[in-house]
């Protein structure tokens, strides 16, 4: 037996007044607003009245506090995962803004495909899938939840929906708080499935990998859309 749901939990809005790029830098943790946030996350999956048996998390401080709602609604004890982390960047520590306009960080910009910034969507999609499948298999029956960050979560939707990697990350469906969640796939490949609704089918990624394969997304809410406007998200690219 296995899990029947994974649900990837994005952090909420962090504390980041100056709008710095902070990646994996520590000492940013979660707003007033973001830890609101991370409670309209826990309160939907408490809602949807399914049984989650286990809790893992990415290391970095922003998701810790976020989980932390989601373990006391579930009674659960958090797992550090260091797979689902924020991936590399060499913005780091920086304002984008700023930054594309300095010589230095101009060979960082040659290659969006890759991107040439930060760690490779390849990279990011083999560790995602590897912790969705241990996640899977971590537990008899019941759901497991992921509270990790934007790219990687968005990653695993283009990964598992058979879309292509290079994206405008401005149009990521990927809000703080957000929720997307993956089953497994009754009959893979059967269908593609559309990134937004109105956009059409989209074609499936030639190299898609075998693991993802198995799975199929099976929703995508935004529990704190009411709390989004004015909101900060500048912390990563």
């Known amino acids: 037996m296995v899990a029947s749901q994974v649900h990837l939990v994005r952090h909420g809005e962090v504390f980041n007044p100056d709008g710095i790029l902070y990646g994996r830098l520590p000492g940013f943790g979660l707003s007033k607003l973001g830890h ?4 309209a996350a826990a309160d939907e999956l408490v809602a949807r009245d399914r049984p989650v048996r286990a809790l893992r998390v990415s290391p970095l401080q922003r998701t810790r506090e976020s989980a932390a709602p989601i ?15 924020e991936p590399t960047n060499r913005f780091e520590g920086t304002k984008m803004k700023l930054a594309v306009r300095k010589p230095q960080y101009w060979p960082f910009l040659v290659n969006p495909l890759r991107p040439s910034w930060g760690e490779a969507y390849t990279s990011i999609e083999r560790r995602m899938l590897a912790a969705i499948d241990d996640a899977f298999a971590s537990v008899d029956d019941g759901d497991v939840i992921l509270v990790s960050h934007q790219l990687p979560v968005w990653v695993a939707h283009l990964s598992i929906t058979g879309q292509r990697y290079p994206h405008d990350p401005r149009k990521r469906r990927c809000a703080l708080s957000s929720i997307t ?4 796939a009754a009959e893979p490949e059967k269908k593609p499935v559309d990134a937004r609704p109105g ?5 499936v990624h030639p190299g898609r990998s075998e693991a993802s394969r198995r799975y199929a997304e099976a929703g995508y ?17």
Request: aromatic share 4%; proline share 7%; no cysteine.
């Open 36 to 39: 609101r946030m991370a409670q």
């Open 221 to 237: 809410v935004e529990p704190a859309a009411a709390l989004l406007v004015g909101a900060t998200d500048v912390g990563a690219v």
């Open 71 to 85: 373990a006391e609604a579930f009674g659960l004890e958090p797992v550090i995962d260091e797979r689902i982390i």
């Open 199 to 203: 956009d059409g089918p989209v074609a």
């Open 181 to 184: 969640t993956f089953e497994l």
